[in-house]
């Protein structure tokens, strides 16, 4: 099966988008890698795709989205990383390939994902749900079942598609809706793409909801998974092997939750001592920490969360200032004492 | 018996001097000593002598004071934290922990309150000053004492003492890469002034006078000086050719590592010629004196061990002596992998990690730039080399392993069991509680300690079982009936006799590691006791299942399920046929030797 695979990311995760290439190199040679880059790269910082375990970078303006800079200013980075997801999706799915995959830049591959392939033999869309079982400690209830309730039945650090059929149906649909309301408001029900997904099995026909242990394994379900090395060599989850890892919040919030629900499974504290040394070893070190082009105005200043969501729904700013990152838009701010 | 010469040896490490400055510093408790290690009297060694040579290796107490004694200090501190620190302190837990202070003679609340929770120390078994420090951000801010905000605050917030992820946890956030080991363990190295080949050369010719062969012999360590089981299999081994006239030539690092040396270094090694010191000697000049020393014969030579060694210097020795052909004992599996416990990341035996496998990449020991393996194999190449294998299951994983062949392999079992005695279950269930557990030899946690310290602090309460430890440490603060015994050459059945005069009903012999050959699991099984292990153990598995005398469990928590549910009872030596067994020592190599001639 002709298979592209893409990631959606800015530098500042461009060390755990390589580890995860390099895990998509190594177990399927033969797919089209692709990272979706909603940035510019750091001054002094030479990107080179040459040099990258990827085939291609596809940058936010090459999506086809009006007025881009507007467009961009309404999101924060993880709205706007997610929100080019559906677009470059349904692009993906007129480009000749036969399966398109998405992953998050943060989760890695320990097997192929060759089962998959054969699940999209015959169905369109295939979904990985958060969890898998229903919780029974009353922490666990809340982390683990009523966060989805607000957030999205369905993790959208992966999601695979036929690119014709079903597939490509829901890719359009998706694509239109991140466009306008890609956005971070649970009080709204919208969280991000993802909450979005969970209209899908009703929406569209031959989705399938994947249930194997092995796939988007992550701490919010570790706990439901048993995790070990076998007389092989190779990491299994349950009685199958894991094919990959979610290696969500790296750093001590990740820790954290990977200590409540993984507990005393030693091999899951390996598998993140391992990731921790191949990000550091991915690592540039030109490339600022935290670092995106996007964050600040022109003149240097930093926006805010606030100017974001002022922006987006004020149509007479957008109007005024359709490049809001230009100097015009942060002295309007400050003149109005939004800004200091 | 090893002869006399080897005694005198022992103990002329430490001066007159020091032994009497020892003496008169009011320390040392003579008539205390004595009786409290019973080894003593026998050994023919004067206490404080033995304290200073043998003793204080092994974690032994100078004198009975009790701990609560030493004198309360505040120095510099608030006496209230002092105060509050101290009622959840376990001085017992400390000082077995952390040697350094019980031999500074410090108040060791004081200690902890002023700087041992700065370096990460614990004060109990049960607060982890590292975990809650990380676990609580606004504590660390604060810079208070973590085991003082515990106590005075914390524990009624709700805070959490300690993480509940279990010892494998521990052990692989305190794992380094191995370059860094390697660094620490180089970076205070004492200075040791090498001597000239010439000495070396002149002791050897003066040593071979009528023998009727010459061995040389590599360990990892100095036998005759150092406590512990292979040592004294060793010094069983120096006596054994003794007594055939066969002079031994052995070598060992002076600076002890648990890796073969890749370095450029030129190793210094110790030598001691039939059991006596030699002195120390670089690799390069050991090479020279065996040129120039002229062997009456052609010598062999036995590896007991390579760790520390340069495996290409181990090589030029040999060369240089004109050895062809020699034995090699599979004591651990250090040239297969370069953890030589054959275990992934210290945590865990899933069998071998191989390269090419995630086993392999996620593991520390793996990820060093230079592989034991491939260090040894122009030994196995360059010589004729016979596999020695103390019990079938490591030559097993030896040749599952198939990467260094031998011209043959012989399993030579360091001791075998002689059933002696029985005696039939009581059958009383009065007589079945409390089932006596006990842990047995020096505290390690791929020995299994991390697993019975958890067993007890789960059920340490539970009016069904009573925990001991029979060995050195003092039972690391834990609440254990705690018995200081050590085998040595003149009573090397001190272990048995003490399972058997304890009564322990269960040993835990829960190594992580395959097990080569595990003495203490003889020695429990032949003083009566039964044994509680895991599949991951090795020879002490194999021998459970030949022998019938134990079990084998899944895991920990198979383990805590049957103490919970009472079904470990059923080993209790009331409930069953209790067999004492006597054990009986092998000839080592001098068995294959004999076997050549």
């Known amino acids: ?340 | 018996m090893v002869k006399q010469p080897v005694r005198w040896e022992i103990m002329a490490i430490v001066s007159d001097e020091e032994v009497d400055v020892f003496l008169r510093s009011g320390v040392f408790d003579e008539k205390w000593y004595v009786t409290e290690y019973a080894d003593v009297a026998l050994s023919g060694i004067a206490p404080a002598r033995h304290y200073l040579t043998i003793g204080k290796d092994l974690g032994r107490a100078p004198s009975g004071h009790e701990i609560g004694a030493i004198e309360r200090n505040v120095d510099g501190l608030d006496p209230h934290i002092h105060d509050v620190i101290s009622s959840g302190f376990s001085t017992d837990f400390y000082l077995s922990a952390y040697p350094d202070i019980r031999d500074a003679g410090v108040d060791p609340v004081w200690h902890y309150a002023v700087s041992g929770w700065i370096e990460g120390r614990d004060p109990s078994l049960n607060f982890s000053t590292r975990y809650y420090l990380e676990t609580y951000p606004d504590v660390r801010e604060a810079g208070v004492n973590p085991f003082y905000h515990y106590l005075a605050s914390g524990k009624s917030e709700g805070r959490a003492p300690k993480h509940e992820l279990g010892f494998r946890y521990d052990i692989l956030a305190q794992l380094k890469p191995v370059a860094e080991q390697i660094a620490a363990a180089k970076a205070n190295r004492p200075s040791v002034q090498a001597q000239m080949p010439d000495a070396l050369c002149a002791a050897i010719t003066s040593a071979m006078d009528d023998r009727v062969g010459i061995i040389l012999s590599f360990s990892h360590d100095d036998f005759m000086r150092h406590i512990g089981g292979v040592q004294l299999l060793l010094r069983r081994e120096l006596s054994l050719l003794q007594d055939r006239n066969i002079l031994q030539i052995n070598f060992y690092p002076i600076h002890p590592l648990l890796f073969m040396d890749a370095s450029d270094d030129d190793i210094l090694l110790g030598v001691t010629i039939n059991g006596q010191n030699a002195g120390a000697y670089l690799a390069s000049d050991v090479v020279k004196a065996m040129r120039a020393a002229r062997f009456a014969s052609v010598p062999t030579f036995v590896i007991h061990n390579l760790l520390g060694h340069n495996v290409n210097q181990a090589i030029a020795i040999l060369e240089a002596a004109g050895a062809k052909a020699g034995h090699w004992w599979i004591h651990d599996f250090a040239p297969l992998y370069n953890n030589y416990k054959l275990m992934r990341n210290d945590v865990a035996y899933d069998g071998m990690p191989k390269p090419g496998t995630m086993a392999w990449q996620l593991c520390e020991y793996a990820r060093a730039d230079f592989s034991h393996r491939d260090l040894c194999i122009p030994l196995f190449e360059k010589f004729s080399i016979t596999l020695l294998a103390p019990s079938q299951s490591a030559l097993d994983i030896w040749n599952k392993a198939d990467v260094l062949q031998p011209v043959s392999s012989q399993v030579i079992e360091h001791c075998t069991l002689r059933n002696v005695r029985s005696l039939p279950p009581v059958l009383s269930p009065k007589e079945t509680m409390p089932l006596k557990v006990g842990y047995l030899g020096h505290p390690s946690d791929h020995k299994g300690w991390g697993a019975f310290r958890e067993l007890v602090l789960a059920f340490a309460d539970d009016q069904r079982y009573e925990f001991h430890h029979l060995g050195s440490g003092r039972g690391m603060g834990l609440p254990v009936a705690s018995r200081e015994v050590h085998a040595d050459e003149v009573r090397p059945d001190r272990m048995r006799e003490a399972v058997e005069l304890e009564e322990l009903d269960v040993a835990l012999v829960w190594s992580l590691w395959p097990e080569t050959f595990c003495l203490v699991a003889y020695e429990a099984i032949a003083g009566g006791a039964a044994i509680l292990t895991n599949k991951a153990a090795g020879n002490v598995c194999d021998l459970v299942v030949q022998t019938g005398e134990g079990l084998v469990l899944d895991d920990e928590k198979t383990l805590h399920e049957f103490f919970a549910s009472g079904k470990i009872l059923t080993l209790a030596r009331a409930q069953r046929d209790v067999h004492l067994f006597d054990m009986e020592y092998s000839q080592l190599t001098v068995t294959c030797l004999e076997q050549q001639s």
């Not at chain 1, 349904?90 to 699940?119: E, H």
């Not at chain 1, 099995?201 to 998974?225: C, E, M």
């Open chain 1, 1 to 340: 099966m002709k298979t592209l695979c893409f990631t959606s990311f800015s530098f500042s995760y461009l060390n755990r988008a390589r580890v995860l290439f390099q895990s998509l190199r190594h177990f399927h040679p033969d797919w089209r890698l692709v990272a979706l880059m909603t940035d510019e790269p750091p001054p002094g910082f030479a990107f080179n795709v040459s040099d990258e375990p990827f085939d291609e970078v596809v940058w936010q303006n090459e999506l086809g989205i009006e007025g881009i800079e507007s467009w961009l200013f309404k999101h924060d980075i993880v709205e706007v990383c997610t929100a080019v997801k559906g677009p470059y999706l349904y692009k993906a799915t007129q480009l000749g390939y036969d399966a398109v995959i998405y992953l998050d830049p943060d989760t890695c591959l320990f097997n192929p994902l060759t089962p998959l392939l054969q699940l999209l033999e015959t169905h369109d869309i295939v979904l990985t749900p958060h969890l898998l079982e229903p919780e029974t400690d009353p922490i666990a209830i809340v982390d683990n079942e009523i966060c989805p309730l607000w957030a999205g039945i369905y993790n959208l650090g992966f999601v695979a598609i036929r690119s014709t059929g079903e597939g490509a149906r829901f890719a359009k649909w998706w694509a239109d809706r991140l466009q306008v309301y890609c956005h971070d408001d649970p009080a709204k029900g919208l969280f991000v793409d993802q909450r979005w997904c969970d209209h899908v099995p009703v929406f569209f026909d031959k989705v399938h909801i994947l249930k194997d242990p092995g796939y988007n394994t992550a701490s919010w379900n570790v706990n439901q998974r048993r995790i070990t090395i076998g007389a092989d060599g190779n990491v299994w989850s349950n009685d199958g092997l894991l094919r990959f890892w979610h290696f969500t919040k790296l750093g001590p919030l990740g820790d954290t939750m990977t200590r409540r629900y993984a507990r005393d499974q030693i091999v899951v504290y390996e598998l993140w001592r391992w990731y921790r040394e191949q990000v550091k070893k991915a690592t540039s070190s030109d490339i600022p920490d935290r670092y995106w082009a996007f964050g600040r105005f022109t003149d240097g200043t930093q926006i805010e969360r606030a100017h974001r969501l002022l922006y987006r729904h004020r149509q007479d700013l957008q109007n005024a200032f359709p490049n809001p990152f230009s100097e015009g838009f942060s002295a309007w701010l400050q003149a109005e004492g939004l800004k200091t």
